[in-house]
């Protein structure tokens, strides 16, 4: 498995891979730490593209100042390789300077998605991820480029950017990969105490609230909102950051769950923000 790191690197492999034969070419974005959740994509990836490329770089774009941009986790020997035992054909780790060349002003903002969910208490953030995965998917020039529905707003504003971008890339969302006692993987998980990765479970136990009083026919957002509150209510170390009943599409709130709504929530635990969400059926 090949290392590139310069986007000319990354196009030209593009281009030889692909040749004549109809080869198609997968796109897997991380900012490394990679866990079973990454290994999902890039398992995903590699079962309906011929050719997978992992990208693994910690975005300073989607970082606001006060966040973890220098101490986010960085294991790159190891993510090397779990990228290559779950079918990657390169890996794609550029420096900064590589995708943001001194002077760099250019890019994308999804506007009226990009202030929604995450995007309300991290400005920028979107803003950042757009920029960055638009780079990726244009250097790459992937068919196909795989996301987890664990960042369901990112989706959404992706999803926009492809289509008013003209993207030639197709976004592929993935489930989202849960420890064994609910709680979603994270890179950021590493960051909790034992007694937070104990707290950090009320997260998926609001998602799962929520899901089981759909099933049972609870349709009105109030209170599948406040269902979860009661069950973050019990975690009282736990900061909430938000709990929303969104369009999918829009992340507009709504006020009645449709097939395909999406219900998330954002929370502290201790330092650590996690999220989690689920599409409700
Ligand atoms: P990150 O490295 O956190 O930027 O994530 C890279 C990709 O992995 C994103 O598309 C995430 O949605 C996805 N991902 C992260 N955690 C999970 C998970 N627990 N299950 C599925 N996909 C995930």
């Known amino acids: 498995m090949e290392i590139l790191r310069t986007v000319a690197e990354l196009r030209k492999w593009s281009r030889s891979v692909r040749g004549d034969d109809g080869n198609t070419i997968g796109l ?12 999902s994509l890039i398992r995903a990836a590699a079962a309906s593209c011929s050719q997978v490329a992992v990208g693994i770089f910690v975005n300073p774009t989607q970082f606001g100042p006060n966040e973890d941009y220098a101490h986010y986790p960085r294991t790159s020997d190891a993510d090397c390789a779990l990228a290559k035992a779950e079918g990657a ?5 550029p420096a900064v300077e590589e995708l943001y060349p001194a002077g760099a002003a250019t890019f994308v903002e999804v506007e009226g998605l990009s202030n929604r969910l995450d995007g309300a208490s991290r400005p920028g953030h979107f803003r950042g991820v757009a920029t960055v995965v638009a780079k990726l998917m244009i ?16 989706v959404a504003v992706l999803l926009r950017m492809v289509t008013d971008l003209r993207l030639a890339t197709e976004i592929v969302v993935c489930p989202i990969i849960r420890e064994a006692d609910g709680l979603a993987l994270s890179s950021r998980n590493m960051y909790l105490s034992p007694a937070e990765r104990a707290h950090a479970l009320v997260l998926s136990r609001a998602v799962r609230t929520v899901e089981t009083l759909v099933a049972k026919g609870e349709r009105r957002a109030s209170a599948l909102v406040a269902a979860a509150g009661q069950a973050f209510a019990g975690e009282p170390t736990v900061r909430v ?14 006020e009645t769950a449709l097939p395909g709504s999406l219900f998330a929530v954002a929370a502290w635990v201790g330092a650590t923000r996690l999220i989690d969400n689920a599409i409700l059926g």
């Open 28 to 39: 897997v974005p991380t900012m490394g730490a990679l866990h079973a959740g990454h290994a």
């Open 139 to 154: 250097a790459a020039e992937a068919d196909r480029a795989f996301f987890g529905q664990k960042d369901a707003a990112q």
């Open 89 to 93: 054909s390169v890996i794609f780790v």
């Open 241 to 254: 950051d938000y709990i929303e009943l969104v369009d999918w599409a829009t992340l507009q709130p709504v």
